[in-house]
């Protein structure tokens, strides 16, 4: 059997915590190892237990989930991080995402939504409404500076995978990007766990801003 996916839950509310810890408990595929009531404390705790996937609150006393995002990501890259917030503003996306967050639901999504996005970001997939997903592509894109560009865009990325991020970065699924590029969904997989490797990120997410900000993916294509 596969090993479930394991979880820290990241809130200041005790009841919050509580609620989503019973909904992600009643699913056999997942494990939640423990629960931090502030940024700081999500930082001490995924250096000991590792969870496969946080899930973090963006506004808490103490260290809000952006900076404690930033920090984790910066000791831990292999751990996703999905924000689950109470805010749709723009600027909290923007911030999350740039601070290394896999993806973004909001709080009242439903049930099933939220435990479908905890299990695609522990997957390497994107969590981001498309609509959202243009504009975070558009904002990194703007931010890129010609000067800074390397002269090989090949550098980091073989040809193949490079094609297979900007695909990505359409929001194409794996099958999607195995019909157009005549290989395998399994092979497809491959080469993103490559990419993920090389760039030293954990999901789809990081690796396409990753990809816009050096210059490789066209927010506007």
Known sequence: MTAPVTLLLVDDHPVVRKGTRDLLESAPDLAVLGEAGSGAEAIELARTLRPRVILMDVSMPDMNGIEATRIIKAEHPGISVLV?????????????????????????????????????????????????????LERFGAQ???????????EDLSPRELEVLRSAAAGQTNKEMARELGISPRTVQVHLGNIFSKLGVSSRTEAVLYGVRRGWIDPRA
């Open 84 to 136: 689950l917030s109470s805010y749709d503003d723009d600027a909290y996306v923007f911030a999350v995402l740039e601070a290394g967050a896999a993806g973004y639901v909001l709080k009242d999504a439903s049930e099933d939504d939220l435990l479908g996005a905890v299990r695609a970001v522990a997957a390497g997939e994107s969590v981001l409404h498309p609509a959202v997903a243009r504009k975070v």
């Open 144 to 154: 890129a500076r010609p000067g800074d560009l390397p002269s090989d865009l090949t």
